[in-house]
């Protein structure tokens, strides 16, 4: 894999005019763990069953300065021994370049349709390999294979097993594996994810790679690197999980941050940082929603409201108190910052997938008062430039969001606790 992916690298860097065409295989804009592997994995499994002078390249649909967000690819590639400065991101190749020249064939993993942002690149699609429903029009001219299983990678592992086995090696296998595992919950039925398939395929690994780290064991170390924010600047954390929307003239975004209120309100000149964040990214406003786990396990949410705007700090923070559908029951704490509101959240149920909805009624609400200007309600919209929440979050309503499989919140409760001992040690960033 790695001679590949190099391969890959240095055929990009050498790119003009006259270079061979490339197929790339590209992942959906989340870049979560599954389009990652599914892209590494397809494109290799081109590189040595395809004998064409295009070169398969992997691609994830992500600018390269995010890949620390994904801290979860980032310990698998680790554990598995694969550098990620072998790794090709989209600002590092011109999609749009290569097609105006010919040179373009596109493969989709983990997603069947482009977003409208690529929509031009749309007569390049080649192939998809897909887990979600299905959005694209069929085509004689490009295969599609889309079957809901619980992983993409699932896919991905039917596909080299059954057309090129010999390909297969730990470090491949181990890719695959992890990710099939990390998707399906653990492998448990009641989490709702898993298929015959995907349960078919991981059988499949472990009984030809028995080296292969145990299921449990490995499924919590990618669960607990997930929602590990201990290495990650306030900036990086306040992206790792969020979501914008805008209303008239009002920009909003809703950070997810997993680790106490308390210890996020304590970190250094975080008032600064909070400001020069939405200066830079042109928010308005933004809400923090932090989850951890109290000492029985149960998940505990907390909520804080910024804006350097006090009539807009006053505005949101009171639709807030006063939302019904749902109550969220929020208990105002103390905040040590003029510009920053801070609550206990008493509906540990109100994820920001159903928070968003109390958000956009207040903008509405907002817009049909007259407090935006001219713009009317067609402009509330979320922020395509945003990249989706991956898969599994526990901020939207996925299986762990109601503690399956109970391994989890356990495991994150611990993870929690190292990382305030961490954060303690290093006084914050």
């Known amino acids: 894999m790695e001679t590949f992916l190099r391969r890959c690298r240095d055929a990009l860097m050498e790119n003009g005019d006259s270079s061979p065409g490339f197929h790339v295989v590209m992942g959906n804009e989340a870049c979560d763990l599954d389009s990652m592997v599914s892209a590494l994995a ?29 801290t979860d690819s980032v310990f698998l590639l680790r554990q598995t021994g694969l550098s990620q400065d072998l790794l090709l991101f989209r600002d590092q190749l011109d999609l749009r370049d290569l097609q105006r020249s010919g040179r373009l064939a596109l493969t989709l993993v983990d997603h069947n349709i482009l977003p409208s942002s690529d929509s031009d690149l749309e007569e390049a699609v080649v192939e998809v390999i897909d887990h979600h429903h299905m959005e694209r029009d069929p ?13 993409c990678a699932t896919l991905v592992t039917e596909r080299i097993v059954q057309k090129a086995p010999d390909i297969l090696d730990q470090q491949l296998a181990q890719l695959l594996y992890g990710t099939i595992v990390l998707d ?32 449990g064991a490995l499924f919590q170390s990618l669960q607990n690197a997930k929602f590990d924010v201990s290495g990650l600047t306030t900036d990086q954390m306040l992206l790792k ?33 909070l400001s020069a964040f939405c200066q830079k ?110 898969m599994n979050s526990l901020v939207e309503g996925c299986p762990l969001d109601n503690g399956l499989p109970p391994i989890s919140a356990q495991a994150l409760e611990e993870k929690f606790s190292k990382m305030v001992d961490q954060e303690d040690g290093e006084g914050g960033h």
């Not at 085509?139 to 992983?151: D, F, I, L, R």
């Not at 994820?351 to 207040?362: E, T």
């Open 42 to 70: 397809f494109a290799y499994y081109l590189s040595k069953t395809v004998h064409s002078d295009w070169l398969p390249v992997p691609v994830l649909n992500i600018l390269k300065e995010e890949f620390v967000l994904r």
């Open 139 to 151: 085509s004689p001219s490009c295969p599609v294979t889309v079957e809901m299983v619980g992983s």
């Open 184 to 215: 399906c919950v653990n492998m448990a039925p009641e989490a709702g994810k898993v298929t015959p398939k995907d349960s078919q395929y991981a059988a499949l690994l472990e009984k030809h790679f028995p080296s292969l780290p145990p299921r």
């Open 241 to 273: 999980d969020m979501k914008a929307v805008t209303g008239g003239d009002l920009h909003l975004a809703i950070s997810v941050i997993y680790m106490t209120l308390e210890k996020f309100l304590q970190r250094t000149d975080l008032e600064q940082k």
């Open 281 to 390: 990214h042109q928010y308005d406003l933004l809400l923090a929603m932090t989850i951890s786990f109290k000492d029985n396990k149960e998940p505990f949410r907390q909520l804080a409201v910024y804006s350097h705007s006090a009539p807009h700090l006053e505005e949101v923070s009171q639709a807030l108190e006063q939302a019904r559908n749902p109550t969220l029951n929020l208990c105002p704490i103390s905040s040590p910052h003029l510009h920053i509101k801070a609550y206990h959240q008493g509906n540990t149920l109100a994820s920001r997938k159903k928070l968003l909805p109390i958000v956009k009624d207040f903008l509405r609400e907002r817009e049909r008062d007259g407090c935006h200007g001219d713009h009317d309600e067609a402009g509330l919209e979320e922020d395509s430039q945003v990249p989706p929440t991956p």
